[in-house]
């Protein structure tokens, strides 16, 4: 399986494409014409586009408070130039994020994809009264002990009476976050099966539509059996960073469950157990997180539900190398940058680790007349994870329209 991830802007906006095998996305011919929503993505892909701004300004209260602007255009000049998306992933609700004349591209009665935003976002999102509320959703607050703060995304098997695949999405925010920019969104992807296997005995509940995705609200009744586990996750030992001496010892967490009653998954309570195991692969898995968090919020993320998809190692981390700081009482820290991300990445033995939110906008407005940038480089990032245990780490700066597949 595969994880394309495309730079559509020099900022924090990103198209992540998981495909059960490496997927070849649609040409630059496709692209520079604007046909591409014609294309047909392979059987078992889950794509994700992340806070879309493609082009124009962003304003704050008031242009004299903040105005920004891109200073390299976007690679796509419209977003009907890239195949629709299964999720639209909104982060916050600043407009750099939340970018209404971006939005607005988007089909409003799309039967593919579903908005899922922070949950002031949302509540901005639904006050542009253009897309069909059934559309947008907001975002759960991550708890291990609240199984539905997981959304999850059915996917049909590929073959006939194969295993089906799964994505899933998490909301981890900051505790006290007076400016609302701190937080982490996990993602993980599990391929449905592509490979004949003998048949196990199923059930006779089937999905009710060929359609290889599914919106919250057209998820299919649950299959009530299943397959067996992926293998353990690996055990971090001896994290400089970490408070607990082993914080990924495997452990089977509580089975989780979607939006609703009516929108089951392909798991029940009733069904699973310690000893059930919910597939025979890994899990790709994403944190995005482009102000940074702290770590100390996600380790309960990542010890419970990372551990229990076997989503470990962390696949790709995006986030950050700058450090940005107002003073206090202008909010305060704005993106954590290098020091903040170089603890996600060692304590989740991130594969990867993309730059994320570094552009050098224009910038203008009494905002920004006090902040404080210390920008890092590739090199500074590579050193400082050599300090500690993360020197495997693939740091990378992807320009405007450059793409990267990352594999299981």
């Known amino acids: 399986m595969s994880l394309t991830v495309k730079h559509l802007n020099g900022d924090t906006t ?5 495909a059960p095998n490496e997927f070849t996305p649609p040409s ?24 879309p701004w493609i082009s124009g300004v962003t304003t704050m209260w008031h242009p004299k408070f903040l105005l920004s602007k891109h200073t390299s255009p976007s690679c796509i000049h419209k977003l009907s130039h890239i195949p629709e998306p299964n999720v639209v992933l909104v982060s916050q609700d600043k407009p750099d994020h939340c ?15 579903t908005i899922l935003a922070e949950p002031a976002a949302a509540k901005r999102i639904r006050g542009f009264k253009f897309f069909n509320p059934e559309m947008v959703h907001s975002l759960r607050i991550y ?23 799964e994505a899933t999405i998490s909301f981890i925010p900051a505790k006290m976050d007076v400016v609302g920019t701190h937080n982490a969104i996990g993602i993980t992807y599990r391929p449905p099966q ?19 995705f599914y919106r919250l609200s057209q998820l299919p009744p649950a299959p009530q059996d299943l397959p067996l586990t992926p293998p353990e996750s690996p055990t971090r030992q001896n994290s400089a960073m970490s ?23 392909i798991s029940s309570s009733s069904s699973v157990t310690s000893t059930t195991r919910l597939h025979s692969e890994k899990a790709l898995s994403v944190i995005y997180s482009p102000h940074g968090v702290d770590y100390s919020l996600i380790r309960a993320y990542a010890s ?27 909010g305060g820290n704005i993106a954590a940058g290098l020091p903040g991300g170089v603890e996600i990445a060692q304590n989740l033995m991130a594969k990867c680790w993309i730059s994320a939110h570094d552009e050098d906008k224009d910038n ?17 990032v590579r050193e400082m994870l050599r300090q500690g245990q993360g020197s495997n780490v693939d740091v990378t700066v992807l320009g405007v329209g450059a793409e990267m597949v990352l594999k299981a």
């Open 194 to 212: 592509t490979a004949y296997n003998p048949p196990r005995p199923r059930s006779s509940r089937t999905p009710s539509s060929q359609s290889s």
């Open 243 to 265: 408070n607990t001496s082993n914080p990924f010892s495997y452990g089977s967490g509580p089975p989780s469950s979607t939006f609703s009653a009516r929108q089951r998954t």
């Open 143 to 165: 708890s291990e002990k609240k199984p539905d703060s997981v959304i999850r995304f059915y996917i049909p098997p590929v073959i006939p009476g194969g295993t089906p695949g």
């Open 364 to 380: 203008s407005g009494i905002s920004v007349m006090s902040v404080k940038t210390r920008k890092y480089n590739k090199q500074e």
């Open 304 to 330: 419970s539900h990372l551990v229990a998809t076997a989503a470990l190692p962390l696949t790709l981390l995006l986030h950050s190398f700058d450090r940005v700081e107002n003073p206090w009482w202008m």
């Open 99 to 113: 970018h209404e004349a971006t939005l607005r591209q988007l089909d409003p009665t799309s039967p593919i994809t």
């Open 14 to 18: 990103f198209l992540l494409t998981f």
């Open 28 to 51: 630059p011919l496709e692209s520079q014409y604007g046909i591409a929503q014609q294309y047909q993505q392979p059987p078992g892909t889950f794509s994700i586009l992340v806070d």
